[in-house]
Structure formats: structure tokens, C-alpha cells
């Protein structure tokens, strides 16, 4: 049966937008504000999986196919600079944020639970929740402790927990994270508490992760975990040669390189046929196979996303409420002249004169309807 969610009036979100701001301006000093503006979150543009938020400088787990290294981040992780309302008053100023609509996805550019961050993330997690309710997702290594699991639950009580486990047998590739094994027992324990968690099989390494894909899956349905997100692997130089330090067989992934490789540049490795290989097995255990990780955080929101050429994503769920009223609001609000404006399930199009919009602005009404923005010229 089709369930209905109540779709808030697109307006109302982003008058909200403005009146956290202006609380936090109340709350904070000119220093904490200035931090706040010079900082990236304030301006950086939302990735396909939502705005990363950064929970940590640098990580300690050294796993052989991690990027970080490569973008300058050590080994020895801080808890990042910002205070929660700090962190929270710069979504405010990023022109692309739309509460309650933008995903948020934690630990991209670490781990978040690291013992050293781990706080700083939990009090993001629950602050940025509470002021502007965005989508939680977070992907871990880390063992999901009674601490880890009711510090999450403090906060957005939907959000979409990833557990990546890539190998169960070569330690090598991820030297100081925990067992893995011990990773999906935890998580099995995190399901029984209410957390909602779907096993993160990302990157898939060539040789490895196909190989030992059914062990992988055999353990964590023994937990309870119904759900997986599949990821291919992207490689620098640098990744390529620990890939091989870790024995992992070079050939494997140099026949796979969709372009040359080129120092820190990250490029991709084709793995389409090890992705679908495992997407059937999964399918064959029960598993629900998520596309992308924002469709396991769509899912776990119980939203309806068709913002990108994937989706339609949880289509059991149609986002009711959407009329064309309520978008034509959206757009004098923005302050856009158009001639006319059309509204389906997939897409919003913009019937105007001449110019175009900018993007920031086609990007704001996408999120805000979670459906493509297709400009007409009339
Ligand atoms: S846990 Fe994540 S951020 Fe840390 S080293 Fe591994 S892949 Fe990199
Ligand atoms: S349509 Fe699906 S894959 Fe695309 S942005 Fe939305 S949730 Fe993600």
C-alpha cells in the first residue's frame, strides 16, 4: 500500500533556513561567526550523496585503498575544529542547504568514531539534527559501542548507519581498523537497539571483496542485516602501489583502469560485472540492494528521491503534497520570473523567457522537491 508523507510547504523551509540563522547570529560571538563563514561547510556544494559533513582531520585506520592520504590528511586524526553551533551556523550560510531536504552523510574524509573524534561527531550529529534536521548517513569501521549506538539515536532516530566490511581474511588492507567480523556483530547488536544499518560493501577491490563476497554476506545476515550499498574503488598511484604492498594482484586492477593513472588523481576502476555478480548473490540472500548510499538514506528516511538519473529511489513512498501552488511559491520566494511551471513525479520544469537560472538556484529547487529542475525556454 502506498504510504503518504506530508511534504512541508518548500517556502516554509527555507524561511527556516533564515530564522536558525538569525538565532544563532543572537547566540554567537563575532569570532564564532567568522570561523563559521571562513569555513567550507558554508559554501561547498552538496556531493551526489548529500553535504559531507567532516567529523575529523585525518585518520589513524590506514586502510590501503583510502584517498585521504593523497588529499594532504594525515594519520593522526583531530576532532574537527568547529563547535556543533559553529558547524551548524555555517549550513546556514551554504546557499545550496535546505533543511529537512539536504542529506547529510558523516565521515567522508574520516572515520567518525575514531576515540578521538568520536564526540565531536555524535555532537554534530545530534546539533545539526536538531537545529535543521537533515538526513542523517554515516559510514563506519568502527565497532558500534551502547555509547556509539544512543549517541546516534540522541539525534535523527531514522538515520542510516553504513558498516563497511570490503574483506573478512586479508588484514592488510585495513591494518588498524577492527575486525571486521566483530564490525557486523556490532552492528547486528546496534539493529536490535533501533539503529537502522545496511552493510557498506565499498570499495569492491578485484580479487578480493568478489571473492569473499558470500562470506560477507553469510555474516552479516546471520546479524540480522537486510540491506547492502555496493561501491566501486577509485585509485591514485600511491593507492595502487599499498593496494599491491597489501597483496593485493596489481594486474587485476591495472585491467580495470578506466584512464592511465596520474598521480593523486583518482581514477576509476571499472567494476560493473564484480557489482552485479554481488547484487545477485545478495538478492539471493534476501538482501534489498541500494544503488547509491543516499537511496539507503532516502529509504531509512522513508522519503521518495528522483533528483538524479538513478532514481526514482523508494518508489513505494510517492512524495504526495507536491502541487504546482506550492512550487510557483517557491520560485517568486527565490525570486524567479518565470512563464509557467509543470510538476510530475520525476521532475519540476521552469517554463521562462529567455535567461537561464543559476545553478545554485536549480540546485535548491531539486533539493527541495527531491525531483530534476528542467529549464524551458519559451
Ligand atoms: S577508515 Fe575511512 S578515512 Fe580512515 S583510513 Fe579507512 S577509508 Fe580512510
Ligand atoms: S534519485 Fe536516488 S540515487 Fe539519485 S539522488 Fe535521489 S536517492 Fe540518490
Given at each position: 500500500m502506498e504510504k503518504k508523507i506530508a511534504l512541508t510547504h518548500l517556502v516554509d523551509l527555507l524561511e527556516k533556513k533564515r530564522k536558525i540563522a538569525a538565532n544563532l547570529e543572537d547566540i554567537l560571538s563575532v569570532d564564532s561567526k567568522r570561523t563559521a563563514l571562513n569555513d567550507h561547510h558554508s559554501r561547498r556544494k552538496p556531493r551526489p550523496c548529500g553535504m559531507t559533513i567532516h567529523t575529523g582531520v585525518g585518520c589513524s585506520y590506514l586502510c590501503a585503498y583510502c584517498y585521504i592520504y593523497d588529499m594532504g590528511f594525515t594519520a593522526v586524526p583531530k576532532p574537527y575544529p568547529l563547535k556543533p553551533e559553529e558547524i551548524v551556523y555555517a549550513l546556514t550560510q551554504n546557499p545550496y542547504i535546505v533543511p529537512e531536504r539536504t542529506l547529510a552523510a558523516y565521515g567522508s574524509v574520516t572515520e567518525p568514531f575514531l576515540p578521538e573524534t568520536v564526540h565531536r561527531a555524535i555532537e554534530y550529529m545530534r546539533d545539526i539534527w536538531r537545529w535543521l534536521n537533515l538526513p542523517?548517513?554515516?559510514?563506519?569501521?568502527?565497532?558500534?559501542?551502547?555509547?556509539?549506538?544512543?549517541?546516534?539515536?540522541?539525534?535523527?532516530?531514522?538515520?542510516?548507519?553504513?558498516?563497511?566490511?570490503?574483506?573478512?581474511?586479508?588484514?592488510?588492507?585495513?591494518?588498524?581498523?577492527?575486525?571486521?567480523?566483530?564490525?557486523?556483530?556490532?552492528?547486528?547488536?546496534?539493529?536490535?537497539?533501533?539503529?537502522?544499518?545496511?552493510?557498506f560493501i565499498r570499495p569492491i577491490i578485484p580479487g578480493v571483496t568478489d571473492r569473499e563476497a558470500e562470506k560477507i554476506l553469510t555474516a552479516s545476515a546471520d546479524k540480522g542485516i537486510d540491506s547492502v550499498v555496493l561501491g566501486s574503488l577509485r585509485v591514485t598511484e600511491s593507492i595502487l602501489w599499498r593496494l599491491e604492498k597489501s597483496g593485493v594482484a596489481r594486474e587485476e586492477i591495472e585491467k580495470r583502469l578506466a584512464e592511465p593513472l596520474k598521480g593523486s588523481g583518482q581514477i576509476e576502476v571499472r567494476s560493473s560485472d564484480l557489482k552485479d555478480k554481488i547484487r545477485r548473490l545478495a538478492e539471493e540472500f534476501g538482501f534489498k540492494v541500494f544503488r547509491a548510499a543516499c537511496e539507503a538514506n532516502i529509504y531509512s528516511h522513508g522519503r521518495y528521491c528522483a533528483m538524479c538519473r538513478i532514481g526514482p529511489c523508494n518508489i513505494d513512498v510517492k512524495a504526495k503534497g507536491l502541487d504546482e501552488e506550492d512550487l510557483r511559491d517557491l520560485l517568486e520566494y527565490l525570486g524567479i520570473r518565470y512563464l509557467g511551471v509543470e510538476v510530475d513525479d520525476k521532475a519540476v520544469k521552469i517554463m521562462l523567457r529567455k535567461t537561464g537560472i543559476d545553478e545554485r538556484i536549480k540546485y535548491l529547487v531539486s533539493t527541495a522537491t527531491y525531483r530534476k529542475t528542467i529549464i524551458i525556454k519559451a
Open positions: 542523517t548517513q554515516l559510514s563506519t569501521k568502527a565497532i558500534l559501542t551502547d555509547d556509539i549506538i544512543s549517541g546516534v539515536l540522541s539525534g535523527d532516530p531514522n538515520a542510516s548507519v553504513l558498516i563497511t566490511v570490503v574483506t573478512l581474511s586479508n588484514r592488510r588492507l585495513e591494518p588498524r581498523a577492527p575486525d571486521p567480523l566483530k564490525r557486523i556483530e556490532s552492528a547486528g547488536r546496534a539493529l536490535e537497539k533501533g539503529l537502522k544499518v545496511s552493510l
